[in-house]
């Protein structure tokens, strides 16, 4: 017997026993016993929801089809319908045993249900869940995350004016993909995050939650602030990322170091040891002991682990900031040993721990082959080339010193040359501190696409067939071959696309003068200038944003120039086609060096890119003149120089 003879059969026994007419309206009248969010007591998971206008169960939007209920108001039978497959029913029959208790029967099952409040928010869970998470795989996929709002009706907005936002890690790539969503009349919302691994990190509303390729996850998000609800794929791990947030917890057992609030230390090395020492007793003591105590999942023990390994990389990152008067060198962190990085939850988050490992490894491989083929090096001479990342910052008159007296004796090497040695040092670096297949690869991948994310071009070949050998996992090599047929397009959209391209007279080396000279040309338009460079992933994320800019300023008298700054000629051109940036109203700089720095020392501002605005009378304005993403503020900027 089909479900719906089955649920026709039981509205006619009801009748027969005293219950209502099964209400059939779209949506019908919600008793107001079953109206809210209801949890497994057994399981402490969310399991059912019941408003007026909808259903949420199975991790699924429902549809009413009827309501049927006795007399008394304690027994009643819902159906719901698909709305997607209105053939498609279920039937659920429930048993109000308080205010605040249901009894769920489906067949032969019971299931006691809590409504959700606030001390509910707070329940722990009373059984383990000794499963880790699945082996990290690569491969392009997606999640189906599906939402509502709690209580939208009585934030008093329009659909218009609530959405939910969406941002998920860019494959290989510094940035996000991310997204608005707009909720319907009951404050619903649905998206499909596109992924690019099995497991991610995504943001979604206000936090950031555990996706997982080919999953389902249901969101119920409180509309003025509170613990989240979560059904179906990861739900426990997030509900106990909510309970204990991953960045409050991982601070306990390493404190992320900050401007003002460090002393400076005496001894770098002591520092950086001590902070290792920290991080090995956390993952050691400190997290599976505090995950016992709360009784969390191996999930949730797995993800602390691998975002203590990011508080410390964050460290290191951060202490040539704040720790400046000791000159902290760029690679005197990395590559370190001792750190967990078979953790199949580390590329989970978008945290640049292996990029660290990956670019400071093969630099101090390719110094120490630069200075085995130099030749009669003295042992100061060897060491200061084999690990130049350390004496760049420390000591610059030391590099100097060696760059004069021995820079004829390095090997010259072509550009193919360059990028096989760096193949092959980020090889051997992933190789000699990962042993598991998929975190070896996708480091060797984070290494390669480090370099791409600079240069924008093809690998040659030859360089190709040996990548092909050395990654095992035929995901990362699919994804590698894409990106450098990507790259080859690039080079060949960029050959046939005419820009336009100024320079200036090569005596030019006073600031005041270069910008005169750059905005001559524009007297009674305004300029709005980028100082940038195609290795700055800042400034490439901001170009994606400018096409929406020019729309909303279109006929109107502005000119975008754009100086690159240290960009070799292919890898720019690359780039200005990549991000299509043409027009009447462009115009482009590639200034040589000392020339582009001399413009730089005046006005650049805290670094790249730097947004410069210039008045139509030729005038500068200032070098702090809103980004891209300030789409909002840079128009009104700009409609105020034009209204002058």
Request: proline share 6%; hydrophobic share 40%.
């Given at each position: 017997m089909n479900l719906r003879k089955q649920i026709l059969l039981l509205s006619a026994a009801l009748l027969l026993a005293g219950f209502s007419s099964p209400l059939q309206a779209q949506n019908p009248d919600l008793p107001p016993t079953l109206?809210?969010?209801?949890?497994?007591?057994?399981?402490?998971l969310w399991t059912l929801t019941f408003e007026p206008g909808f259903a949420v169960a199975d991790t699924a939007f429902w549809d009413y089809a009827s309501i049927a209920g006795n007399k008394k108001g304690t027994d009643y039978v819902v159906t719901l319908r698909d709305p997607q497959n209105p053939a498609r029913l279920k039937g659920l029959g429930l048993t109000v045993v308080n205010d605040s208790t249901l009894t769920l029967s489906q067949g032969k099952s019971r299931t006691t249900l809590l409504r959700k409040n606030a001390a509910m928010a707070?329940?722990?869970?009373?059984?383990?869940?000794?499963?880790?998470?699945?082996?990290?795989?690569?491969?392009?996929?997606?999640?189906?995350?599906?939402?509502?709002?709690?209580?939208?009706?009585?934030?008093?907005?329009?659909?218009?004016?609530?959405?939910?936002?969406?941002?998920?890690?860019?494959?290989?790539?510094?940035?996000?993909?991310?997204?608005?969503?707009?909720?319907?009349?009951?404050g619903r919302f649905r998206v499909v995050v596109p992924m690019w691994k099995n497991i991610q990190q995504a943001m979604v509303w206000d936090n950031w939650r555990i996706v997982s390729a080919g999953g389902r996850m249901m969101m119920a998000i409180p509309a003025r602030g509170g613990r989240n609800l979560y059904m179906g794929t990861n739900a426990r791990v997030n509900q106990e990322l909510d309970a204990y947030n991953i960045y409050r917890i991982t601070d306990r057992w390493l404190p992320r170091i900050q401007i003002g609030q460090t002393p400076a230390p005496e001894s770098l090395e002591k520092w950086k040891d001590g902070m290792i020492a920290r991080y090995q007793a956390a993952v050691r003591d400190s997290i599976p002991a505090f995950c016992r105590e709360h009784n969390l999942s191996v999930k949730t023990?797995?993800?602390?682990?691998?975002?203590?390994?990011?508080?410390?990389?964050?460290?290191?990152?951060?202490?040539?900031?704040?720790?400046?008067?000791?000159?902290?060198?760029?690679?005197?962190?990395?590559?370190?040993?001792?750190?967990?990085?078979?953790?199949?939850?580390?590329?989970?988050?978008?945290?640049?721990?292996?990029?660290?490992?990956?670019?400071?490894?093969?630099?101090?491989?390719?110094?120490?082959?630069?200075a085995d083929q130099a030749g009669g090096l003295s042992e100061y001479d060897f060491e200061t080339l084999s690990d130049m990342g350390k004496y760049y910052r420390s000591d610059t008159a030391r590099v100097n010193d060696f760059y004069r007296r021995n820079g004829k004796k390095l090997p010259a090497l072509t550009?193919?040359?360059?990028?096989?040695?760096?193949?092959?040092?980020?090889?051997?670096?992933?190789?000699?501190?990962?042993?598991?297949?998929?975190?070896?690869?996708a480091a060797f991948a984070d290494g390669l696409y480090w370099m791409w994310n600079a240069e924008r071009r093809p690998l040659p070949a030859t360089t190709l067939a040996w990548i092909d050998d050395f990654v095992r996992d035929p995901a990362i090599r699919q994804?590698?071959?894409?990106?450098?047929?990507?790259?080859?397009?690039?080079?060949?959209?960029?050959?046939?696309?005419?820009?336009?391209?100024?320079?200036?007279?090569?005596?030019?080396?006073?600031?005041?003068?270069?910008?005169?000279?750059?905005?001559?040309?524009?007297?009674?338009?305004?300029?709005?200038?980028?100082?940038?460079?195609?290795?700055?992933?800042?400034?490439?994320?901001?170009?994606?944003?400018?096409?929406?800019?020019?729309?909303?300023?279109?006929?109107?008298?502005?000119?975008?120039?754009?100086l690159a700054n240290g960009s070799p000629r292919d890898t720019w051109r690359s780039m200005i086609a990549e991000y299509r940036l043409f027009g009447s109203n462009t115009?482009?700089?590639?200034?040589?060096?000392q020339q582009q720095g001399a413009f730089d020392a005046k006005y650049l501002g805290r670094g790249y890119p730097t947004y410069i605005l210039v008045d139509k009378e030729g005038k500068f304005v200032t070098k702090e003149a809103p980004w891209p993403a300030q789409k909002k503020e840079l128009i009104q900027a700009i409609e105020e120089l034009l209204a002058r």
């Open positions: 109206k809210g969010n209801w949890i497994d007591a057994k399981t402490n707070t329940k722990g869970f009373a059984s383990p869940d000794p499963s880790p998470f699945p082996s990290f795989q690569w491969g392009t996929d997606s999640m189906v995350v599906e939402g509502f709002l709690m209580d939208f009706a009585s934030l008093g907005a329009t659909p218009q004016q609530a959405t939910v936002r969406y941002m998920i890690g860019k494959m290989f790539e510094n940035g996000y993909n991310q997204q608005a969503l707009q909720v319907d009349e009951q023990e797995q993800l602390y682990k691998a975002f203590t390994l990011r508080a410390i990389a964050s460290n290191f990152n951060q202490a040539r900031y704040v720790f400046p008067e000791l000159k902290t060198p760029d690679n005197f962190y990395w590559p370190s040993d001792g750190f967990d990085y078979e953790n199949p939850m580390l590329f989970c988050t978008e945290d640049g721990v292996m990029n660290n490992l990956m670019v400071e490894g093969m630099f101090r491989k390719m110094n120490h082959y630069k550009k193919e040359e360059n990028d096989s040695l760096m193949m092959r040092f980020f090889a051997a670096t992933a190789a000699e501190y990962i042993q598991s297949s998929p975190n070896r690869d994804i590698i071959h894409a990106s450098n047929e990507r790259f080859a397009a690039l080079i060949e959209m960029a050959n046939k696309s005419v820009f336009n391209e100024e320079t200036l007279p090569a005596a030019m080396m006073d600031a005041d003068s270069i910008l005169a000279a750059i905005v001559a040309p524009h007297r009674g338009k305004v300029i709005y200038l980028d100082i940038w460079g195609t290795w700055c992933s800042p400034c490439r994320a901001q170009m994606a944003l400018v096409p929406a800019v020019k729309e909303a300023l279109e006929g109107k008298d502005v000119v975008y120039i754009y115009i482009h700089y590639n200034l040589p060096a």
